[in-house]
Each structure stands twice: as structure tokens, then as C-alpha cells.
């Protein structure tokens, strides 16, 4: 049973560009999460998907981030415009429940510089 | 809101001696407790966990109890190794009246074990 996977793992962008990154769940897993990682410091959460549905976007800045979880296809974190302060590490990780007693399980990240 | 307090590192320990890094919580409710492990240009695995008080996760020599009475899950393991070398990370989970059970996490405390 393949893990999260994501991709890229390393992408470079120039300021104003567009950064799309993609997470595709462990197998029979319907819940996805997006953690934003800075430098030395944790992870933080952005936003928590379902199949085509947005549950909690509480962690994702309010303007040029959006996400989506089509039926069909991964997970699409996407930046607009780019800017040095969204150079980080992007955790995926998916569960196959919503309960908090399960554990969610992480992709390798994509780790996002802009220059 | 919920937050998750760790010591701060970096510590360094001699192979063969014994590890503890603090953990303590704010939490609404009763959370389910993790730590994760963070190994160098990696992804975090979970290392163990405990759903309700005075439960203890172990793995891989590693464990944890969920102290309720002091809102902690201190990190401990008798003998560390080199390979133990990493990042560990404390985080909650709990379910509020939304669906989400989003991670918290705390800042992460690097272990470097020398021989």
C-alpha cells in the first residue's frame, strides 16, 4: 500500500509566479490536510479536505492560497503570486476518518524557495 | 484555543543514555495525543500515540503517558541510539463541534545522539 505521496518535492518559483502543489492520499483514505512548515520551526495547519468539499480553511491565509480535493485526482494546494515569505516545507497528510483518535499519516513534503 | 508547549533544543546525548523531552497541552475537551519524528529532508512518522489519560504509547523503545492530572506526555526512552538522531514533535488532536481534527503541533526539539 503506497504512503501519501506528493509532488514535486522541491519546487523553485520567481516572486509573482504560481506555485501548484499536489498530494495524492494513501489508498481509502478520503481526508486530506495541508501543514505549512517554516524554517526550524513546526508545522502548521492550513486546511482540511474531503472529496470535492473544503471542511476547514481556518489555517490558510485569506488571500492567494486556495486548495482543492477533486473526485477524481490529488489534492491541489496552490499559491498565487508568489512571494519569499511562502518558502517553506508542505506536509500533506490524509486519514480515513475524521476522528481524532486516528492517526494521519504524512507525505515527504514539498519544500517551495522563491527567489 | 489548543496549543502544544516542547522543550527547546537542540539536545545532545551519548549513545546509551536515557532521553526525556517535555511535552505539556492546553486542550478544550480530551485530546488524543501523538509524537511524530521528523528525520532529515523527511516526512514525519508517528512514532506512537494515546487516545485517552493514563494511557501510554511505546514504540520502537520510545514511550509516552497521558497525564491528564498535568496536562502532559513527556517523551522518554532508556537508551538512545545514534540512528534516534532527529526531530520529535508533540501534537493534539482533538474534535470540536466542526469535523476537523486538525493537528497541533509544537515547535520540535532536535535530538543529536554522538557516540
Known amino acids: 500500500n503506497a504512503g501519501v505521496m506528493q509532488n514535486p518535492r522541491h519546487l523553485v518559483r520567481r516572486r509573482g509566479q504560481e506555485a501548484r502543489l499536489r498530494c495524492s492520499p494513501m489508498?481509502?483514505?478520503?481526508?486530506v490536510y495541508w501543514y505549512r512548515q517554516l524554517p526550524e520551526e513546526g508545522l502548521k495547519f492550513m486546511v482540511y479536505?474531503?472529496?470535492?468539499?473544503?471542511?476547514?480553511e481556518s489555517g490558510m491565509p485569506k488571500e492567494r492560497f486556495s486548495a482543492e480535493f477533486p473526485k477524481e485526482g490529488p489534492s491541489i494546494l496552490r499559491i498565487q503570486q508568489v512571494v519569499r515569505g511562502d518558502s517553506a516545507a508542505y506536509f500533506c497528510?490524509?486519514?480515513?476518518?475524521?476522528?481524532?483518535?486516528?492517526?494521519?499519516?504524512f507525505g515527504p513534503g514539498t519544500r517551495l524557495t522563491v527567489l | 484555543g489548543d496549543s502544544v508547549t516542547q522543550m527547546e533544543g537542540p539536545v545532545t546525548l551519548s549513545e546509551e543514555a536515557f532521553l526525556t523531552i517535555n511535552c505539556t497541552y492546553t486542550?478544550?475537551?480530551?485530546?488524543?495525543l501523538f509524537w511524530y519524528v521528523q528525520y532529515p529532508g523527511e516526512g514525519l512518522q508517528l512514532l506512537l500515540k494515546?487516545?485517552?489519560?493514563?494511557d501510554k504509547g511505546s514504540n520502537k523503545g520510545f514511550e509516552a503517558t497521558y497525564r491528564k492530572e498535568t496536562t502532559s506526555f513527556h517523551l522518554e526512552k532508556g537508551s538512545v541510539q545514534v540512528s534516534d538522531s532527529a526531530v520529535y514533535f508533540c501534537?493534539?488532536?482533538?474534535?470540536?463541534?466542526?469535523?476537523?481534527?486538525?493537528?497541533?503541533f509544537g515547535t520540535g526539539t532536535r535530538l543529536q545522539v554522538t557516540l
Open positions: 497528510a490524509s486519514s480515513p476518518t475524521k476522528e481524532s483518535g486516528n492517526e494521519q499519516f
Open positions: 489508498k481509502g483514505h478520503s481526508h
Open positions: 479536505l474531503q472529496k470535492e468539499n473544503i471542511i476547514d
Open positions: 486542550a478544550t475537551g480530551y485530546p488524543s
Open positions: 494515546a487516545t485517552k489519560a493514563d
Open positions: 501534537a493534539l488532536s482533538a474534535l470540536n463541534t466542526g469535523t476537523a481534527s486538525k493537528l497541533t
